[in-house]
């Protein structure tokens, strides 16, 4: 059975910075694809950053380019989150999720495994 736990979460000033963690279990870590999602009070989960399984390569939404910076480490099963210049807007629930498909990387159906959650307060 495949876990995700998340940490990092906290309460930060505006313009601080949190590295979140997200530190998997069971499955074969390497081989996935990984991304980030956040969910705000009475807003949809949407997308922050993605790591692909090969090569590495990543994708931002636009809010947070240039701020955030998403890697994974296969040797200890965890991929990140950099998360710098933090503002009031990003305060939300965050969770890592494994892309199981080859769904679009924008939507949550191409997600098979998520992590509970942690709660993320940007103070302005």
């Known amino acids: 059975q495949v876990q995700l736990v998340e940490s990092g979460g906290g309460l930060v000033q505006a313009g601080g910075s949190l590295r979140l963690s997200c530190a998997a279990s069971g499955g074969t870590f390497s081989r996935y694809s990984m991304g980030w999602f956040r969910q705000a009070p009475g807003k949809e989960r949407e997308i922050v950053a993605y790591?692909?399984?090969?090569?590495?390569?990543?994708y931002y939404t636009d809010s947070v380019k240039g701020r955030f910076t998403i890697s994974r480490d296969n040797a200890k099963n965890t991929v990140y989150l950099q998360m710098n210049s933090l503002k009031a807007e990003d305060t939300a629930v965050y969770y890592c999720?494994?892309?199981?498909?080859?769904?679009?990387?924008?939507?949550?159906?191409?997600?098979?495994?998520w992590g509970q959650g942690t709660q993320v307060t940007v103070s302005s």
């Open positions: 999720a494994r892309r199981a498909s080859s769904g679009s990387r924008y939507s949550l159906d191409s997600y098979d495994y």
């Open positions: 790591i692909a399984w090969i090569g590495d390569s990543t």
